[in-house]
Structures are given as C-alpha cells and as structure tokens.
C-alpha cells in the first residue's frame, strides 16, 4: 500500500519535475557548462577556456555597471513603489463603492506590454510631442529626458514603478484587508489617532507583505531589460545599461554564448546575494514587530 | 528571478546546442528535392520569394521550395544561428551582410558560391563583375550573392531651404554649417539634424547610417580597416567628426528623442536610405521628392573636388546557401536562385515589389528597369548611387567593433571629453587591441 502511495505521489509530481528539468535544470547545466567554452552556437569549434569568460566579465566596464546599476535602480525603486502601492491599497481600502473597478484599472499596467508602455513613453517625452511641449512650458525648460544620466535613471524608474505598483497594491491590499477592525477601533477607544493607528497597527500587521513586496522588488532590479533596451539602449554613458541588457547584446547581437552564459551565472549569484543581503535586513525589522523567521 | 533569467538563456542555447550537427537534414528522394528558403522578414520581400518560388515550382515539379521568413528571435543573425545549431532544416537565405556572412564562414556554414556551375555566368549576365569584389573573402572564395544595395543618402527639406533663402542644397560642411546658423536665427526652436542613435549604445549599425556613410564620402572610399589594422584617411575621418562635434556644438544637432523630425519639419536633414520612401509616401504623402525633398550625396569637407560624386555607405544583403544542405539540395536551390537572378525582369517585380535597389551593375542603363525608374525618380538617384557605395566591413567582430567606435569615439565626442583626433585615436587603438 505505501508502495502504491509512492508511485502515485511520484506520477502526481511528474509533470512538474520533468518541467522543471527540461526548463530549467538541464539549461542551467548548459549555462556553467558553455561559460567554459568560447562558442559562437554555430562553429564546429567549441575551444574550452576556463575561467576566461568570468575573469573578462569581471573586469568589464559594462558588467561593472549593470551590478552597480542594480542597486541604483534599487535604491530609487524599492521606496517609491513603497509608497506608491501602499497608498493605491490604502485608498482602495477606504473606497466603499467601486472598490473593484479601481482595484482591477491600477492592476491593468502590470498585464500591459513592458515594450508598448516604453514606446508609449517614448512618444510622450519626444520633443515634439504634445505632452514634452505642455511640460516645457510649465517647468520653463527643457528636461533631458533620456540623454542625462539622472534624467534617464528617473524615467526608467518612474516607468518601473508605473507598471509594478498596482500589483503590488493588490498584496498591500489583501493584507490591509485581513487586518481585524476591532484592533482599530480598540485603539481609537484608547484615543488613538489616524496616524498612531497607521504606524502602530497597520504597518506592524503589514509586515508579512511588506517583505514579499520589497524581496519581488529586489529580485526584479536585476531583471530590468524592456524599459532600457527600448529607451535608452543602456546609455548616457552606461547609466541605465543593466545585467539584461548585457547577456542580451553579448548572446544575441554578439553571439559569444559562453560569454553570456558567465554573465548570467553571476547576474544570478548578484541577484542572490542582493535579496539575501535585503532579507536579512527586514527580517531584523521584522523583530522589531515580533515577528521571527 | 535571475537564475530563471539566466536559466532562460541557457534554454535557448540548449535548444540550439542539442540537436548538433551530426545529421545532415535529409535530401529529396529520387529526382524529388524538398528546399527551405529564409527571406528577409520583411513583407515585401517575402511575398516576392513566395511569387518567384510559386513560379519556379510551376516549371519544375520535382522541386517543392518552402519560403519562410527569418525567425527575429531575437534578430535575424540569432535566428539563423539557432536554425544552424539545431540542425533545422534550411538550404538558404538572404539578408545576410558581410559582417554577418564573415562569422558564419568562420563557423564553416556556408558553401562558397563561387565554386558552383554558372556562377560567373550568373554574375556576367547581372554586370555584377567590379560589385562582387568587394564580397570577396580572405581565402578569395564569394559566399555571398548581392542582391540589393542601398546607397545611404541625404534629404533635404527643400521647402524650408528655399524660406531661409537657399536655392539649392549644401555640397560641403562649412555649407551645411552656414544654412543651419540661418535656420537657428529664423527658426531657434528647429534643429538641422535628428541623430539620437549616435549616442545609443546598443544600436551598433546606425554606424553606418553617420559615420561611416560621411566617411566614405569624405574619404573616397578608403578602407577603414585592412586585416587587422585600421588603415582609415585619418584626415578625412577627424573632419568628419569635427563636422558632427561643430553641428553639436552649434544647436544644430538633436540627440533627444523625436517622432519623424525632418518628416515635420523640426529638422530640414537626414540620411535616408530606400526604404524610407513608402514610408513617406504612406504617412506623409505631402513629401515630394524633387519638389518639397531632394536628395544629395552625403556631405563632404570644404577641400573636396568639385564635381566629383563622392562614395557613400551601402546597406547591401545577399543570398547565402548553407553547407549543412545535401548537396542535392544546395544544387536545387543554386538553380533557383539562378533561375530568379539571370532575369532582369524579377529583377523588376523585386524592384516595384519591395522599392530596394537590385545589386546589378546595369540599372540605369538596363531597358527592363526604364520605366520604372521614369515613374519612381526618388528610387532613380538611389540606382544612380549604386556604383559609389561602399558595401559594410567584412568582420565577424562586427558589433562589437562598431559598438566600440559608439563606446569610445562617438558618445565622448557628443559629451565634449575628447577632440576629434583623440576620438579617432581612441576607436584606433581599441579596434586593433580588439582584434590583436
């Protein structure tokens, strides 16, 4: 009988470990198996080079500044989509009527194309748009959006942070929602004020989503590819080239798969380390609530 | 989430690592051969191989030829490269340049053409002769038939010229420089020349839609790299940057992004290739060329003869067939390639079809195209063109050479860190420290 569980447990799993194989395991073999090699995917010469790919990546300029990059974006990202998303879920909390209508219009960027949005954005800040023109003449000058290294770090930003902040309002949303109301109105009894309640009961009881979002928001600096690749091409001056953007130019336009690969084995030990560095930070915080891992 | 990226990477090099090399894709079976033609993808151009192939077929039944466009996944270098790798099936394409065509020589992928039956015929009969020298490889073997080049171009908003008190358009940079200190004066808000794309960095080939476009010109067409050495006209390339450095400089340069600037008039210059005219015939049909644009050969220094038509950049594709085919299968589609290519009349319906200028040695003298070029004059200069323009370089570190000349040349000169020597100096030593 626990035989007869065994096989059927394994025949349940099946599908989902021949998928991860398949998709993932294998090529991840693959991957560290070509970063060893200087192969173009097409010559019959495969020559072994060892640690040559990582040791050229490492002193690259453009790796360089993508793992730089990363944390920059980080910086920028992680508490502007904070704040934005807690206050989209804070006001769709409050909304007594057509809470879901709201809900679903600021989860819409998050399904929208990553490509048409930039190109969208492309279009808006274009010189002779519009929109560029109504800005100029309300800020008396006119910003360099994509060719000043500030400028550009912003609009990316600000794109990102467009796209991701309803979906992420939607875990704020759920948590704010699973809060007992008997805890605010205990608290008002006590005299407790919007912002006293706001600080010593919603964001304690907000902590578990408050990791979830920031750890999603930490992974995904370091995947930031559309949003540079169409607007800026990873310029001015390498301000917005990213780790995407590089295994992209190195394996497709370039066509060094080895190379790539080596890339991408350490934009993966960069992203781990980055969320486990991350991590460890709001777990501390997270004791400060009480609550432990 | 980078481990899925990277994971992702290394899918797509697995899908195109396992299947190898080991088995040929099979051939026809008794006097039945089965092709597979990549054309470019691009519309125009697929519908005319399907027409051609659909044609062909008719008179030669044991040949079943599927036309298919490149896979973009992601470009159509990476597309054709994973095609290789997996050992799916695929006995030619075209859209392949001599960059890309060096790389894949390198990887032992392409079957010198020349070493076919009929091929000088072929290229006698297209007056191709003095063309095709400059598809010649290293070991002197042709693995690539032209089959369009587009001479790169200037247009000019004649309309506007004509406001600021300009009859004709200018020849020469300190011409250029003297109507863009006019269009500033009356116009402060227009700009002379749209070029985001010289300080984007990923888009190696807009290289040769500025540079190298004005250095051709300003050189006559001297080489810029020879082996391994760059052997460029060091003066004709410092003052080509000098002239981009003055442009920017004055104003009258426009690295921001815009939508179709000189189509709206907020700048009155481009380098324009083909291509861009049923674009405009489309979107802008208010463009006529010969009245409100013209076109002029790229522009050249103050000293430069004149008289003389200076050369300019091609953007020139070819056909390549792939040695992995049986070679009943390199035969078969030899002969159609032929069959299409020894006709100046698909030369014609390739023409009226997809607007690109046939890489033929005899266009403007050539009856079969007459007509067309009476009814098309914007397409006439292009043909005009063909004998100046010079085809890209032939390396495989294509990208990153031309990457690099964005990195080190082109993006500090726009910032003002370097001079224009030192910004040639610097794409120089990097080119042959690249290729050492």
Redesign the interface.
């Known amino acids: 009988m626990r035989k007869y569980y065994e096989v059927r447990g394994w025949l349940l799993t099946a599908p989902y470990i021949i998928y991860t194989l398949v ?2 395991v ?3 073999f ?2 560290i198996a ?1 970063a060893g090699t200087d192969w ?6 495969r020559n072994f080079v060892g640690l040559d790919n990582f040791i050229t990546a490492f002193q690259s300029p453009k790796v360089a500044a993508a793992f730089v990059n990363a944390f920059k974006f980080m910086v920028l990202f992680v508490p502007l989509t904070l704040a934005i998303s807690l206050a989209i879920a804070l006001l769709l909390n409050s909304l007594t009527v057509w809470g879901n209508i709201f809900t679903v219009a600021f989860f819409l960027p998050y399904l929208a194309s990553g490509v048409a949005m930039a190109l969208v954005t ?2 808006l ?5 519009p929109a560029n023109k109504l800005i100029v003449s309300l800020l008396g000058f ?1 910003p ?4 000043h290294p500030w400028w550009a770090t912003m609009v990316i930003t600000a794109l990102i942070a467009w796209k991701f902040s309803g979906y992420y309002a939607l875990v704020f949303l759920a948590a704010l929602r699973s809060i007992p109301r008997e805890m605010y109105e205990a608290a008002a009894l006590d005299g407790a004020g919007w912002w006293t309640q706001f600080r010593k009961i919603t964001v304690p009881m907000l902590y578990p989503a408050f990791y979830t979002v920031i750890v999603l928001a930490v ?2 600096m ?2 930031i590819f559309t949003e540079p ?1 169409v607007l ?7 301000a917005t ?1 990213t ?3 590089e ?3 190195q ?5 060094k ?1 080895g190379y ?2 080596a890339v ?2 350490l ?2 030990l ?3 380390a980055g969320v486990a560095v991350v991590r460890w930070i709001i777990t501390r915080w997270g004791r400060a609530y009480g609550y432990e891992e | ?14 899908l ?2 396992c299947g190898g ?1 080991s088995k040929p894709p099979e051939g026809g079976s008794g006097d039945q051969v089965s092709i597979v033609f990549w054309s470019a993808p691009n519309p125009t151009q697929e519908q005319f191989w399907k027409t051609m192939a659909d044609k062909y077929m008719e008179e030669h039944p044991n040949v079943k030829i599927e036309v298919a466009p490149i896979p973009e996944s ?2 159509s ?2 597309g054709i ?2 095609a ?2 997996s050992g799916q099936k695929l006995t030619a394409s075209e859209n392949i340049f001599v960059g890309f065509g060096a ?2 020589v ?4 392409l079957v010198p053409l020349d070493t076919l039956p009929g091929y000088q015929d072929l290229i006698k009969a297209r007056k191709a002769e003095e063309l095709v020298e400059g598809w010649k490889f290293a070991d002197g073997h042709q693995y690539i038939l032209p089959i369009y080049s587009n001479a790169m171009l200037c247009a000019w908003r004649m309309d506007i010229l004509k406001e600021l008190g300009f009859n004709e358009p200018p020849r020469t940079y300190s011409e250029i420089l003297a109507v863009g200190e006019k269009l500033k004066a009356q116009y402060p808000d227009k700009y002379l020349w749209a070029r ?1 794309e010289l ?6 080939w807009e290289r040769w839609f500025d540079f190298f476009t004005f250095y051709y010109a300003a050189s006559d067409g001297t080489p810029f790299l020879t082996e391994n050495k760059v052997t460029a006209d060091k003066d004709a390339a410092v003052a080509v940057l000098q002239f981009i450095k003055d442009l920017n400089d004055k104003g009258l340069l ?6 179709d ?1 000189f189509e ?1 008039g ?1 700048t009155i210059w481009a380098v324009v290739g083909p291509w861009q005219l049923p674009y405009w015939a489309e979107k802008f049909p208010e463009l006529k060329i010969g009245e409100n644009v013209v076109f002029t050969p790229p522009p050249v220094p103050d000293n430069f003869p004149e008289g003389k038509t200076p050369k300019t950049f091609a953007d020139a594709k070819g056909i390549v067939i792939y040695k992995h085919a049986t070679e009943a299968e390199q035969q078969a589609v030899w002969d159609f390639i032929k069959w299409v290519l020894s006709n100046p009349e698909n030369d014609a319906t390739w023409l009226e079809m997809t607007g690109l200028t046939p890489a033929r040695g005899d266009l403007t003298a050539n009856e079969a195209f007459k007509q067309y070029f009476e009814q098309n004059a914007g397409l006439k200069v292009y043909a005009d063109a063909v004998p100046t323009a010079v085809p890209p370089i032939m390396r495989k570190e294509f ?2 050479l031309q ?1 690099n000349m964005t990195e080190v040349m082109m ?1 500090p000169l726009i ?1 003002g860190t370097v001079t224009p020597e030192q910004a040639f100096e610097a794409v120089k030593t990097s080119w042959e420290n690249m290729l050492k």
């Open positions: 998709f993932f294998i090529p991840l693959w991957a070509l173009n995917l097409v010559s019959p010469k492309k279009g800040i274009a010189v002779n748009s006119q360099p959006w994509l060719s992974g995904l370091f995947g690749y800026t091409g990873g310029g001015p001056n390498l080239h780790w995407q953007l295994i992209y130019s394996a497709f336009a370039s066509f798969a790539a690969s991408a084995i934009n993966a960069a992203t781990f | 989430m980078a481990l899925i990226m990277a994971a992702a990477l290394a899918l797509t090099l697995v195109g690592g090399r992601p470009s270098e990476a490269l994973t290789l790798s790389q894949l390198e990887s032992e992928a985001k300080i984007d960095p990923q888009k190696w426009l690295t921001a992004e815009a939508t600037p709206t907020l990208t990153d990457n993006i910032n």
